[in-house]
């Protein structure tokens, strides 16, 4: 994805914080120098005072979300900035809420995912969750990993999440879900049935709740993308 030329969609902006909604189909920040261009590329383009925070290729990156996931970004625009938001996501004191359109029609209401989670040794891209009974947990470098849910929607055969990780893992929600038996409609990753059915993944960060360095707390909500309203509407 090429984003010069495009408007950024940007959400909330203040002299220390920028907040936009992530396009679905661009990484954030490179991870290696070969890498495609990432969102941080084209941000220090348009905005070159964002090199103020930080270091490349993350610069003032507050969080991440993988390429293929929409929603709320925040990037600092300097380090006092960057430190006090990135505290508060390592503490867990920051609220966010992800829509997330699964397989399956889901019949609890809401739920709870608590396991391990690391690096999947067969597959380097994955990660793989464990159960902490699992002997193996004690061999490898895992990580604990919460994610709660509760039904928003039900389709015939899929089911539309409001999905509250308490942590931050790579690839959280994604692994979890799957682990749940309802994988996201899209993921080529975690799911190995009909990829076709839909072109990216159906998961979307809509809503974060942080402290600002003013002092107040502010919720930072990007609505649906326009392709995922419409494939909600098909499936009505």
């Not at 220390?16 to 941080?40: F, H, T, W």
């Not at 739920?111 to 002997?135: A, F, M, S």
Request: proline share 4%; with cysteine; glycine share 6%.
């Amino acid at each position: 994805m090429d984003l010069r030329g495009q408007l950024l969609d940007i959400l909330y902006e203040d002299k220390d914080l920028l907040v936009i909604n992530k396009p679905s189909g661009i990484i954030v920040a490179r991870e290696r120098e070969n890498q495609e261009k990432s969102l941080m590329d084209f941000l220090v383009e348009m905005r070159p005072e964002l090199r103020q925070a930080g270091e490349y290729p993350r610069y003032g990156l507050v969080h991440r979300l993988d390429k293929e996931t929409s929603g709320v970004l925040l990037i600092a625009k300097n380090n006092k900035t960057l430190l006090f938001l990135q505290n508060q996501f390592q503490k867990q004191k920051v609220k966010k809420v992800y829509l997330a359109l699964v397989y399956g029609r889901i019949l609890k209401d809401k739920g709870e995912i608590r396991t391990l989670i690391g690096r999947d040794k067969n597959n380097r891209l994955k990660q793989k969750v464990y159960l902490p009974i699992e002997p193996q947990t004690k061999k490898i470098k895992l990580r604990e990993a919460v994610t709660f849910w509760e039904v928003k929607e039900k389709f015939s055969q899929f089911t539309l999440l409001k999905v509250f990780p308490r942590t931050g893992r790579k690839h959280q929600i994604r692994a979890h879900l799957a682990f749940l038996g309802h994988p996201i409609v899209g993921d080529k990753l975690y799911f190995s049935g009909n990829s076709h059915l839909f072109y990216r993944l159906f998961l979307h960060c809509q809503e974060i709740i942080i402290r600002i360095p003013q002092g107040e707390y502010k919720k930072f909500f990007a609505p649906l993308p326009k392709e995922l309203l419409t494939f909600l509407e098909k499936l009505k």
